[in-house]
């Protein structure tokens, strides 16, 4: 997805028309082909922000298998960079406050990912913008994102 143009169009496919706090996102190609950032030193009353080397920033690196994970908003959220000592009570207990937890699962073999499924989609977005890169250790931040996958 090197390519912005598809980019753009898998943004577009996967968001326009989903809720988002109880209304519903509208996604459109902007007549604009580039976003014009601000000189140095220039105000810009917080309206731009390269993401482009941030960590949230999760499919920098082109050809990244990451790439190949990019769904659509689902009910269900695939969770990785779990810390060892972080029971599935904790991450229940985490994502209620963007939701209900309808179930949960580690994977079997490696207890650093796990699925979680919020009672609706809308709920699942708030819960991916709000805990994606959450700190739950030291060293260690949460990765969050849509998957195709069921519990």
Same mark, same amino acid.
């Given at each position: 997805?090197?390519?912005?143009?598809?980019?753009?169009?898998?943004?577009?496919?996967?968001?326009?028309?989903?809720?988002?706090?109880?209304?519903?996102?509208?996604?459109?190609?902007?007549?604009?082909?580039?976003?014009?950032?601000?000189?140095?030193?220039?105000?810009?009353?917080?309206? &731009?922000?390269?993401?482009?080397?941030?960590?949230?920033?999760?499919?920098?690196?082109?050809?990244?298998?990451?790439?190949?994970?990019?769904?659509?908003? +689902? *009910? &269900?959220?695939?969770?990785?960079?779990?810390?060892?000592?972080? @029971?599935?009570?904790?991450?229940?207990?985490?994502?209620?406050?963007?939701? @209900?937890?309808?179930?949960?699962?580690?994977?079997?073999?490696?207890?650093?990912? *796990?699925?979680?499924?919020?009672?609706?989609?809308?709920? +699942?977005?708030?819960?991916?913008? *709000?805990?994606?890169?959450?700190?739950?250790?030291?060293?260690?931040?949460?990765?969050?994102?849509? &998957?195709? +996958? &069921?519990?």
């Amino acid at each position: 997805m090197a390519d912005p143009m598809q980019a753009a169009l898998v943004a577009q496919q996967h968001l326009d028309r989903v809720k988002l706090w109880g209304k519903t996102v509208r996604v459109n190609m902007s007549k604009h082909q580039t976003v014009q950032m601000p000189k140095e030193g220039q105000p810009d009353a917080g309206l &731009t922000k390269d993401y482009s080397g941030s960590p949230l920033h999760r499919f920098k690196k082109p050809g990244s298998k990451n790439f190949q994970n990019i769904f659509p908003p +689902s *009910a &269900t959220l695939h969770l990785s960079n779990i810390p060892p000592k972080v @029971t599935e009570e904790q991450l229940r207990e985490l994502f209620g406050q963007s939701g @209900t937890v309808k179930n949960f699962k580690f994977f079997p073999k490696d207890h650093k990912m *796990a699925l979680i499924q919020m009672e609706d989609v809308e709920q +699942s977005i708030n819960a991916l913008i *709000a805990l994606h890169n959450y700190q739950l250790a030291e060293a260690s931040h949460l990765r969050v994102s849509f &998957t195709k +996958s &069921t519990i």
